[in-house]
């Protein structure tokens, strides 16, 4: 991707590489557009989510973008079944374009070291879907893939 995108992969503070803002985005803009590269047979620490047992790779810097637990970002899910990365507020040229990992995958075994987000609001650990407090996935409910909501109701049947 190149910078008339509106994005470009750089040096991200302590964290090796992400995606920054080379424009501004709107809230509820879409800041990248998702396009399904791989379908996989199992999770991968880069695979997204999009059904119960069904995991894909993204195509083009959707899988450089950084998790925080304050995210700039949440993702719908667009008609190819990919994950559109959409502005959950205003985001400024040169700011790092980061989401919540929990908002596309409902278990997370491949971070097992700290969280690196420096958020005021970090959890400390990069957790799925599942161990989200409730009060948090209230506020990702909107930007978060649907299915995660039906493995929930189904968790607690």
Request: hydrophobic share 30%.
């Amino acid at each position: 991707m190149n910078i008339e995108d509106g994005f470009e992969l750089r040096n991200s503070f302590d964290k090796g590489e992400g995606v920054f803002a080379t424009t501004s985005f709107d809230s509820n803009e879409i800041v990248m557009t998702g396009v399904i590269k791989k379908t996989l047979n199992e999770n991968h620490s880069h695979a997204s989510q999009i059904g119960e047992h069904d995991y894909v790779f993204h195509a083009g810097l959707i899988t450089k973008v950084n998790h925080s637990c304050e995210p700039n970002c949440g993702i719908h899910v667009n008609k190819s079944g990919a994950h559109d990365f959409i502005a959950i507020k205003k985001i400024s040229p040169e700011e790092e374009i980061t989401f919540d990992y929990a908002m596309r995958n409902y278990n997370i075994d491949y971070f097992p070291m700290q969280c690196m987000c420096g958020s005021d609001q970090c959890r400390k650990n990069i957790t799925g879907w599942k161990y989200l407090p409730d009060n948090i996935k209230a506020k990702y409910k909107n930007f978060s893939a649907p299915y995660l909501l039906e493995l929930d109701a189904k968790e607690y049947m």
